[in-house]
C-alpha cells in the first residue's frame, strides 16, 4: 500500500518555510543558491610566451547578479555582499601555438590576485600545435573575494600564443552551492 502526503508548504522546527509549492509541481526553496554567471570570448587574444595571462572573457553568457566584470584587464567574478559560500568555478581555454609547438599549457584559477589552483598538461617531446586546457574545483569564497582565470602557454621556439575563439572553447563561470 501506497501513502500520498499533499502540502503546499515544508517548515522547520522554527516555523521557517523549506520549500513551497505553487500546487503545479512547481517548488521554490528559500535558499537560493545565485549568484551564478557565464562568460565567453568574442575575439581572439595574443599572450606572450610561457608568461601566465589574463584571459579575457569579454562576453557575458548570463550572470544573475551582476557579479562579473567583463571590463579591459579586470575579467572577474567577485563575490556579492551576503552571498559568500561554497562555489563550484569552472573555466576552459583553447590556447595555439605561435609557430612551433606546445611543450606544456596550464590554466590557473586566481583568487584575489593570487593562485588558487591549477591545471597543468606537459607534453614532452610529444609536441601539440593546439590544446585545450580546463579546470573545474570547489572553493569556500568570502563576499569580496574575487576569481580571475590565467593561461599559460610555452613554445618551445618562444614566440607569442594566441588563444583562439572557435567553436566556443573559452569559458568561465562559477555558480554557489550552499553557505
Same mark, same amino acid.
Given at each position: 500500500?501506497?501513502?500520498?502526503?499533499?502540502?503546499? !508548504?515544508?517548515?522547520?522546527?522554527?516555523?521557517?518555510?523549506?520549500?513551497?509549492?505553487?500546487?503545479?509541481?512547481?517548488?521554490?526553496? !528559500?535558499?537560493?543558491?545565485?549568484?551564478?554567471?557565464?562568460? +565567453?570570448?568574442?575575439?581572439? !587574444?595574443?599572450?606572450?610566451?610561457?608568461?601566465?595571462?589574463?584571459? !579575457?572573457?569579454? #562576453?557575458?553568457?548570463?550572470? #544573475? &547578479?551582476?557579479?562579473?566584470?567583463?571590463?579591459?584587464?579586470?575579467?572577474?567574478?567577485?563575490?556579492?555582499?551576503?552571498?559568500?559560500?561554497?562555489?563550484?568555478?569552472?573555466?576552459?581555454?583553447?590556447?595555439?601555438?605561435?609557430?612551433?609547438?606546445?611543450?606544456?599549457?596550464?590554466?590557473?584559477?586566481?583568487?584575489?590576485? +593570487?593562485?588558487?589552483?591549477?591545471?597543468?598538461?606537459?607534453?614532452?617531446?610529444?609536441?601539440?600545435?593546439?590544446?585545450?586546457?580546463?579546470?573545474? +574545483? #570547489?572553493? &569556500?569564497?568570502?563576499?569580496?573575494?574575487?576569481?580571475?582565470?590565467?593561461?599559460?602557454?610555452?613554445?618551445? +621556439?618562444?614566440?607569442?600564443?594566441?588563444?583562439?575563439?572557435?567553436?566556443?572553447?573559452?569559458?568561465?563561470?562559477?555558480?554557489?552551492?550552499?553557505?
Amino acid at each position: 500500500m501506497a501513502s500520498i502526503i499533499k502540502a503546499n !508548504q515544508l517548515q522547520d522546527f522554527g516555523g521557517n518555510s523549506i520549500l513551497t509549492s505553487d500546487g503545479a509541481g512547481n517548488l521554490t526553496t !528559500q535558499k537560493t543558491l545565485y549568484p551564478a554567471f557565464r562568460a +565567453s570570448m568574442s575575439a581572439t !587574444q595574443s599572450i606572450g610566451d610561457d608568461v601566465r595571462t589574463l584571459v !579575457q572573457y569579454d #562576453t557575458v553568457d548570463y550572470d #544573475t &547578479d551582476s557579479a562579473y566584470d567583463n571590463s579591459a584587464s579586470n575579467y572577474k567574478f567577485t563575490i556579492p555582499s551576503g552571498k559568500g559560500g561554497k562555489y563550484v568555478i569552472y573555466a576552459q581555454a583553447y590556447g595555439e601555438a605561435g609557430t612551433n609547438n606546445n611543450a606544456h599549457t596550464e590554466i590557473n584559477i586566481y583568487k584575489n590576485g +593570487s593562485i588558487l589552483t591549477n591545471n597543468e598538461t606537459i607534453f614532452g617531446s610529444n609536441y601539440i600545435t593546439r590544446t585545450t586546457q580546463s579546470i573545474i +574545483s #570547489t572553493f &569556500d569564497l568570502l563576499a569580496g573575494d574575487y576569481i580571475q582565470i590565467y593561461l599559460r602557454v610555452n613554445d618551445t +621556439s618562444g614566440t607569442p600564443q594566441i588563444l583562439r575563439t572557435s567553436n566556443n572553447q573559452n569559458w568561465f563561470g562559477a555558480y554557489r552551492i550552499g553557505s
